[in-house]
């Protein structure tokens, strides 16, 4: 099965950035759908963003504009680039990676995707 390994989170002030990167370790990685979903304390997972295999983005509301989701096949990792975080960011970040493609909407919903990695916590200080 596929393993994800996400990093780079932190504890950073507002206006600061990161840079999450998200390794997996599946033979067809090129292939694959993913996606960044977040849970801030006693909220439920949000859909953060999404990169498909050919390329395309797709962003929440809330962060389309200061985060910029990107993949490197070569190296088989994702990234989440966080700029101009917010108090409102914190959260534990998720990776996500969908064997099957995913599409649209379809992107923002947590049951589409097959593998999860452990999660990495930014908190955002004011």
């Known amino acids: 099965q596929v393993q994800l390994v996400e990093s780079g989170g932190g504890l950073v002030q507002a206006g600061d950035s990161l840079r999450l990167p998200c390794t997996a370790s599946g033979r067809t990685f090129s292939r694959y759908s993913m996606g960044w979903f977040r849970q801030a304390p006693g909220k439920e997972r949000e859909f953060v963003a999404a990169?498909?295999?050919?390329?395309?983005?797709y962003y929440a509301d809330s962060v389309k504009g200061r985060f910029t989701i990107s993949r490197d096949n070569a190296k088989n990792t994702v990234y989440l680039q966080l700029n101009s975080l917010k108090p409102e960011d914190t959260a534990v970040y998720y990776c996500?990676?969908?064997?099957?493609?995913?599409?649209?909407?379809?992107?923002?919903?947590?049951?589409?995707?097959?593998?999860w990695g452990q999660g990495t916590q930014v908190t955002v200080s004011s």
């Open positions: 996500a990676a969908a064997v099957s493609p995913i599409y649209s909407n379809d992107v923002r919903v947590m049951r589409n995707y097959d593998y």
């Open positions: 990169i498909q295999w050919r390329g395309y983005t």
